[in-house]
């Protein structure tokens, strides 16, 4: 409603983009070398028409999955809907494993990995007692150092953990 | 046939800084993106109240918006040439006419111009 009353006043529609921004990007096409005020004004108007049709869409797009925030794979299923849309943009959207990334860094924050607490105590037995020898010839200042050499080493030892996992329990 | 509007500029401005932001964009944001808070003004009148848009999701309408007035502006030019004209004036006033008749159909029919 908004939208046409202002079209209908036609010199009363405000850009809300600003032009200098525009009149730049523009320019960035080698062939263009003056924009006149009329054609800046069209560029500026089509592009919030644009961008107002890519947003309603994507908001389909997310309301069809049952989401409350538009996201990046939104914006991709709704341009890949439309087909003037999709021939120019589609190569600019970022690749879907992009995409994914978001969704990465929760998962792993709680490493699913299978049985940690026990695993955990078997490697802290390994620690004490394959290095006690050396702890004592070694002088106290080094103590701190060794946990600090025995996080990295994590993961080997728990495969190694895995194999002598009888000998472990006896 | 797109890539050439990125290299001047990218090759003009200085790309470390870009770089640092958003490792996706090829050119300083500040200079050949549109200001992501007008983006995000207008992509909620779209949206129902109830609605958010996420970061990644503002970016890269940003850079889908000027990817568009570049493209805009490529085509228009292409027909400017075809006509031996300097100033992108007369298409664009074919597109008053298409704006104001249908707004919903405004994309489709302006890139079979």
């Known amino acids: ?170 | 046939m797109f890539n050439a509007p990125a290299s001047p500029c990218g090759s003009g401005r200085g790309n470390h800084e870009s770089s640092e932001h958003s490792p996706r964009s090829y050119f300083r944001e500040q200079d050949c993106f549109l200001p992501i808070a007008n983006i995000s003004c207008i992509m909620k009148k779209m949206l129902p109240s109830n609605r958010k848009i996420a970061k990644d999701a503002k970016e890269t309408l940003q850079e889908c918006v000027s990817e568009f007035i570049s493209f805009v502006t490529c085509e228009v030019s292409d027909k400017c040439q075809g006509e031996k004209r300097k100033t992108i004036n007369d298409d664009c006033n074919r597109t008053v006419t298409v704006l104001k008749k249908e707004e919903g159909a405004f994309i489709m029919l302006f890139f079979h111009l």
């Open chain 1, 1 to 170: 409603m908004v939208m046409a009353d202002e079209e209908e006043n036609g010199v009363s529609i405000q850009l809300e983009f600003p032009k200098g921004r525009v009149k730049k990007i523009m320019a960035l096409d080698k062939d263009v070398k003056r924009v006149s005020s009329e054609a800046l004004f069209l560029v500026s108007r089509s592009t919030e028409l644009f961008l107002q049709f890519l947003a309603e869409k994507s908001a389909q797009v997310a309301i069809e999955k049952k989401r409350k925030t538009v996201n990046l794979e939104h914006i991709r299923v709704a341009v890949k809907r439309h087909q003037p849309t999709r021939d120019f943009l589609l190569d600019e959207l970022p690749p879907p494993s992009q995409a994914a990334k978001p969704d990465k860094p929760t998962q792993p924050a709680g490493r699913p990995k299978l049985d940690p607490a026990p695993r955990g105590t078997r490697c802290i037995d390994q620690f004490f007692r394959k290095p006690e020898p050396e702890n004592t010839a070694q002088a106290p200042g080094q103590p701190p150092e060794n946990p600090a050499q025995a996080q990295s080493p994590e993961n080997p030892d728990q495969d190694q953990a895995q194999s002598p996992v009888p000998v472990d329990e006896s």
